[in-house]
């Protein structure tokens, strides 16, 4: 019998019925997830929002399921029980045979010591930080009619600027739901994001935590040099990282104006603190990694992803109404989301591989749920 939709699962999209078949095309392995391949890291990827943070969620799920990886999955629904703090109670139970988990890598809110008290020591902790001015914007859009903050302005004809210009009538620091409001990373990462940082505070000491946390934090304006620096981290080998741009939205909006983008900065200052610390240790790793290096290995690695694209699309990213169900991503109803098509007269190989790289977040989440625990995904409880 279908549950009532809880408030939480209706604000984050979270009661969308997938329709996934539950056996994908020819499988890496078959029946339910072997675990616990040796030598294999253990991995932690704190999903931020709207940084491209979904298409390294696929290809963290893609290497799972080759390398038959345990994974860290919600207990109910697809995220760790978000906006609140993350919480080992969130977790579900490990699967049969499993000594732990190997990937963690749904939307959660940091909790670092949470966090490891469900993976191994040593894990190797990863997450993605974008521009804060267009990572704002794409959550504004994005979550408009969802959160409580941007609900008010759904219909108006300039509704970021009116956020913008009036944010106090619309912004409650003090309800959770409006996390993505005000500095979406630094929520995302566990911090205070409402706070004013003045001189003397603890957001030195807060940033160089994370540093110490974090082995990596990727930036997706450098997405590419990203992937091979988490490349090296994980043992994943350069074909395992090809990947489309997933979870993408088709933009009608104009370039943002010197004063929008101003006034972004200005309400989201900590996020552009954040994003400056971590871009400078990002480029000292490429630096460490070696500029010729890097320089080859990425002109190695996009002649790899332009073949691969070549072999899977069927053109450009496409609307929902024109790609088949089980490629659909998404859709929150204030933006079109995009999706993809593939090839006809692919081989099996050819499919499987293509299929699962263009595979949806939520998609793809319930069948590696299905084949390691022999069930659907619980939905969230009602209150």
Request: contains cysteine; positive net charge; glycine residues 4%.
């Amino acid at each position: 019998e279908s549950l009532k939709i809880n408030q939480k699962e209706k604000l984050f999209g979270l009661h969308r019925k997938t329709t996934l078949t539950r056996s994908l095309a020819k499988p890496w392995g078959s029946g339910k997830a072997r675990v616990g391949k040796q030598g294999a890291p253990n991995i932690v990827f704190l999903k931020t929002h709207k940084t491209g943070s979904s298409t390294v969620q696929n290809i963290l799920f893609r290497a799972a399921e080759r390398r038959s990886l345990a994974v860290a999955f919600p207990r109910y629904s697809y995220q760790f029980a978000y906006p609140e703090r993350f919480s080992r109670d969130f977790v579900e139970d490990l699967p049969p045979g499993a000594a732990h988990f190997n990937l963690l890598c749904s939307h959660m809110r940091l909790e670092a010591g949470e966090v490891q008290a469900v993976v191994p020591s040593p894990s190797v902790f990863l997450t993605i930080l974008r521009d804060p001015v267009r990572t704002f914007e794409s959550v504004f859009h994005y979550y408009r009619n969802i959160v409580p903050a941007f609900q008010p302005l759904a219909n108006h004809s300039r509704p970021l600027l009116a956020f913008l210009e009036a944010s106090s009538q619309y912004y409650d620091a003090q309800d959770v739901s409006n996390g993505l409001a005000r500095n979406p990373m630094t929520f995302d990462l566990g911090l205070n994001a409402s706070q004013e940082v003045a001189p003397g505070s603890r957001w030195a000491s807060e940033l160089e935590r994370l540093n110490q946390t974090f082995q990596l934090v990727m930036i997706a304006e450098h997405f590419d040099e990203s992937l091979l620096l988490a490349r090296e981290l994980l043992g994943l080998d350069m074909e395992e990282l090809l990947y489309v741009r997933l979870n993408v939205r088709h933009k009608e909006e104009a370039p943002l104006s010197k004063e929008l983008v101003q006034k972004i900065q200005a309400w989201n200052w900590l996020d552009v603190q954040l994003y400056r610390f971590f871009q400078s240790i990002f480029w000292r790793k490429v630096e460490h990694y070696g500029y010729v290096r890097m320089k080859q290995e990425l002109a190695t690695f996009r002649a790899l992803l332009q073949e691969a694209v070549g072999k899977c699309l069927a053109g450009e990213p496409v609307g929902p109404e024109v790609m088949a169900d089980e490629l659909r991503p998404w859709q929150p109803g204030s933006v079109t989301i995009l999706g993809y098509n593939l090839r006809q007269n692919l081989t099996s190989d050819q499919y499987r591989d293509c299929f699962r790289m263009v595979l949806p977040e939520l998609q793809y989440h319930a069948y590696l749920y299905y084949r390691q625990y022999g069930r659907d995904m619980r939905p969230l409880p009602t209150a």
